[in-house]
């Protein structure tokens, strides 16, 4: 299995409302990220997880929380987003460390903030 | 300051004419730098990375330290080669990859 799968597809939610995003790969790959991606826009790197362990964060605000619960998964928990946070979420996953490994990414899910 | 610049948001070239993708970046170290692409309705992936030196659907791309480029040419351009070409440098903190992308090219093939 060489896929990246995320879930939802789509995610609309209030400003008040608390969701998470769910990334999932089966590759044995020990880093996992975050990105997110504006309309035109390159992704933009968020979080990264090396062996469960949050290694980066880019000050992202802490309306968004990472989680790491093991090797496979990767969730994103939402919590009294801005409308400005409205955006195509990536997860990626490769092998850890610092070298040129490929990343791999899932289809994203599209994020609408109302 | 570290980046990656991709000069032409736009780029049109007919099928089997030569095709170039610029992408300049600057970085204090020794660069590693990969080219993604994205095809329509397909999730982003690796096309080349420098360090592997291989044509990947005929596409080459050559760093040029001196130059501080990464460009990605293809000799006869196929109408399937249009996408959106992402160049990207791994500025490696955190004991991890750390990739910073550059704004992107989207490549159109005129039949």
């Known amino acids: 299995d060489t896929e990246v799968t995320q879930t939802p597809k789509h995610l609309v939610m209030g400003m008040t409302n608390k969701k998470s995003l769910k990334c999932e790969q089966h590759?044995?790959?020990?880093?996992m990220y975050w990105y997110k991606q504006k309309a035109k826009k390159p992704p933009e790197l968020m979080f990264v997880?090396?062996?469960?362990?949050?290694?980066i964060n880019e000050s992202v605000p802490s309306r968004f929380s990472p989680e790491c619960p093991n090797s496979s998964l990767l969730n994103l928990h939402l919590h009294a987003l801005q409308p400005e946070d409205s955006a195509l979420y990536l997860c990626?996953?490769?092998?850890?460390?610092?070298?040129?490994?490929?990343?791999?990414f899932g289809p994203g899910t599209r994020l609408t903030v109302t | 300051a570290q980046r990656v610049t991709q000069p032409e948001k736009l780029l049109s070239v007919f099928k089997g004419a030569p095709v170039e993708l610029k992408c300049n970046y600057s970085?204090?170290?020794?660069?590693?730098l990969f080219w993604y692409v994205q095809y329509s309705r397909q999730r982003l992936q690796l096309l080349l990375r420098?360090?592997s030196r291989e044509s990947i659907k005929g596409f080459t791309a050559d760093l040029n330290k001196g130059e501080t480029s990464f460009h990605l040419k293809k000799p006869f351009a196929q109408e399937e080669d249009s996408a959106m070409y992402y160049c990207?440098?791994?500025?490696?903190?955190?004991?991890?990859?750390?990739?910073?992308f550059g704004q992107g090219t989207r490549l159109t093939i005129n039949p």
């Open positions: 990626a996953s490769s092998h850890p460390g610092q070298g040129t490994y490929e990343q791999y």
């Open positions: 590759m044995g790959h020990r880093a």
């Open positions: 997880y090396s062996y469960e362990k949050l290694s």
């Open positions: 420098h360090i």
């Open positions: 970085y204090s170290g020794s660069p590693e």
């Open positions: 990207a440098l791994n500025l490696r903190g955190g004991g991890a990859q750390k990739l910073v």
